[in-house]
């Protein structure tokens, strides 16, 4: 009886902080995140600063997030749904993508901007996101 509870407590004990390290990691992303573009970027790169932590206390997921059919069609974010890179999809060598949003830069200035320029016009200033 005491051997069995202290074998479950040392088995709780141990695995409590990967299985939340596991969750918390694999739910959220990073808090604080340096968006920069790798693919379509400039020569002069002009990363933005975006938390994302602070973000997510006021947004749903889904009013970022999204994915793509095998068609290459836009589809919404569900809960759970595999997260990528914006840059994964949203580049000039995806051919299917519209040309409004394929590059990282016209997709975050479509998504970022027209929300803070909708909340407060001083948020759409440049120096919000680059510092
Ligand atoms: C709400 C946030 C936000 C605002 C405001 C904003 N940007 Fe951006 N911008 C981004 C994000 C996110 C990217 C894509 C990641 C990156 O490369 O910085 C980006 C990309 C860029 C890029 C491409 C950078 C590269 O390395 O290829 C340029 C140039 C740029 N923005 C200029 C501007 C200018 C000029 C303004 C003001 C008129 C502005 N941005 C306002 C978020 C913003
Ligand atoms: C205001 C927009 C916004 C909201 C709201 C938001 N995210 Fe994000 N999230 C982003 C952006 C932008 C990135 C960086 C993507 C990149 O690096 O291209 C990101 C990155 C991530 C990543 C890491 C992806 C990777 O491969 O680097 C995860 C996981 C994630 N978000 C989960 C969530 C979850 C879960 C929620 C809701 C609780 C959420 N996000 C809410 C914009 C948002
Ligand atoms: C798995 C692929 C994929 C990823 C990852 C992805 N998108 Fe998209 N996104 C699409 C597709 C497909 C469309 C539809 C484009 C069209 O109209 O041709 C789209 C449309 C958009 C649009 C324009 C339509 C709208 O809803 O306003 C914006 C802005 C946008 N995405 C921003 C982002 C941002 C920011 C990220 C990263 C947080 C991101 N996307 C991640 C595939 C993706
Ligand atoms: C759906 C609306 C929405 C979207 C999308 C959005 N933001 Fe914001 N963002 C806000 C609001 C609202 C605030 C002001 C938060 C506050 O003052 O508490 C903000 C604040 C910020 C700040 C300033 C934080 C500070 O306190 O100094 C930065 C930087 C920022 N956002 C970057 C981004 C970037 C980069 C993206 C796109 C990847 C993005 N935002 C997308 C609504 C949005």
Do not use: W
């Amino acid at each position: 009886m005491k051997k069995s509870l202290i074998h479950t407590c040392l088995v709780a004990l141990c695995c409590a902080p990967c299985v939340l390290s596991l969750a918390q990691a694999a739910d959220k992303g990073p808090a604080e995140i340096t968006l920069e573009s790798t693919i379509d970027g400039n020569s002069k790169p002009k990363p933005s600063a975006f938390p994302h932590g602070q973000h997510q206390t006021l947004q749903e997921c889904s009013a970022c997030h999204h994915s793509k059919d095998a068609e290459g069609k836009k589809i919404d974010y569900v809960e759970g749904q595999k997260i990528e890179k914006c840059e994964t999809c949203h580049n000039t060598k995806e051919v299917t993508m519209s040309a409004k949003v394929n590059t990282f830069k016209k997709a975050a200035h479509k998504q970022c901007k027209t929300c803070h320029k909708n909340t407060d016009p001083k948020l759409a200033k440049c120096s919000v996101c680059h510092k």
